[in-house]
């Protein structure tokens, strides 16, 4: 009997304690994004070939979005969407301000999220590859294709940025994207705040194209003797020769890229450049060339130059100055005689040299003509 009743009492424990239990295991709270431009399919980020219903369990996802063209979804960009508050609360958040939009032709694309209020931190773009192209045009502010380019993008208030996949980056992490659900390769640059694209081609400068100079930037002539580099209409900058800094702008760039005009401000003047010329400058005015301007390209708004201390040798070339010592001889060496060597370190020629000799002999026939007459007056007067 008493074996019976533990038994009784075991079964009912579990029959009482087991729905407790059971009943404190809830299914995790699911949070769902909704909206979005339409075209656009949206895809976790770890997972860009499958696209996904907007539906998670986490309090944060990266989105990554694709805009279908010609019935192929192009990647975008990327963001971090926030599904749950610090307390757990479900948010539910709408991407339908989000701005996704795509010119093959132009080779522009644009990502905005910055009227998306559950968007976080910056950002990731996805901009297709074409062939000739060495640069990609940064517009930090552009809603709209039309605000993005090299020309438009500051008057239309946006903020301006060159950089050269494999270059200069100005600071962008910039790598080769391969998408496999469509079998296309694409520039993904990261850590923008909300911009637009443009892939175009700069033709000058080397591999991952030259340096450019920006706003209050220095060009310093005592360490590097020559410089290539890029400059843009109306930036100021700095050239250092003998550790004093001259302010340089390109002042004014033609639309058509005919010519640039360069400001010198210590000279006080400006010089208006085409293609392939050649200016000197004399920045302290002392009347001696500190600098030659060699213009090598201009492509508006900018100006492919190169700037390069100046030092002529015999052979026209630039040295530096440390290392031009001029070592001359005594009157008697080397070849041609006397007279040569003197023509040589006189640095004069021979038609001065008997100019001189004729004014010399002049010189002796007038006062031996005196002498001569001044003696004949003491004879005759003895």
């Known amino acids: 009997m008493v074996k019976k009743s533990c038994i009784f009492l075991m079964v009912l424990s579990i029959f009482i304690f087991v729905p407790m239990v059971v009943g404190d295991v809830r299914p995790e709270t699911r949070s769902t994004m909704s909206g979005g431009p339409d075209g656009t399919t949206h895809f976790k980020a770890g997972a860009p070939d499958t696209s996904w219903d907007g539906e998670t369990t986490k309090t944060t996802e990266d989105v990554l979005t694709k805009l279908e063209r010609s019935g192929v979804n192009y990647p975008v960009g990327k ?19 989000l701005v996704s939009l795509i010119d093959r032709n132009q080779h522009k694309v644009v990502y905005d999220v910055s ?7 910056p950002i990731t773009i996805y901009i297709e590859k074409f ?10 502010g552009a809603d709209e294709l039309p605000k993005v380019g090299p020309g438009v993008c500051a008057a239309l208030g946006g903020i301006p940025i060159t950089i050269f996949p494999g270059g200069d980056t100005k600071g962008y992490t910039v790598t080769s994207y391969y998408d496999s659900s469509i079998g296309r390769d694409f520039w993904k640059v990261e850590g923008l705040t909300g911009t637009g694209l443009q892939l175009f081609n700069v033709l000058f400068g080397g591999a ?11 060009i310093d002539l005592d360490e590097e003797i020559s410089k290539e580099y890029v400059s843009k209409e109306k930036i100021e900058y700095y050239v250092i020769v003998d550790d004093i800094s001259y302010l340089v702008t390109v002042d ?12 010198v401000e210590s000279m006080g003047k400006s ?4 293609e392939g010329d050649v200016e000197n400058f004399d920045f302290n005015l002392d ?4 600098a030659t301007l060699d213009v090598e390209n201009i492509d508006y708004p900018h100006v492919y130059a190169e700037l390069s201390l100046f030092q002529p040798t015999g052979k026209f070339e630039f040295v530096p100055r440390e290392k031009e010592v001029a070592e001359k001889g005594g009157v008697y060496s080397g070849k041609g005689g006397i007279w040569s060597r003197f023509i040589e370190i006189a640095e004069g020629s021979w038609w001065q040299v008997l100019l001189m000799f004729g004014l010399l002999v002049l010189v002796v026939a007038f006062f031996g003509l005196m002498g001569w007459k001044l003696i004949s007056k003491i004879w005759r007067a003895t």
């Not at 009227?115 to 931190?121: C, R, S």
């Not at 062939?131 to 930090?140: D, R």
């Open 252 to 263: 004014y760039v033609h639309s058509e890229s005919e010519y640039a005009s360069f400001y």
């Open 287 to 290: 009347g001696e060339i500190d």
């Open 208 to 218: 991952g194209g030259p340096d450019f100079i920006g706003e209050g930037e220095s």
């Open 271 to 274: 010089f208006v450049l085409y």
């Open 115 to 121: 009227n998306v209020p559950l968007a976080t931190g």
């Open 79 to 97: 963001t971090e969407i926030i599904f749950k508050n610090d307390s757990g609360d479900v948010l539910n958040p709408s991407i339908e301000n």
């Open 131 to 140: 062939e000739g192209f060495n640069a990609i045009h940064i517009c930090e």
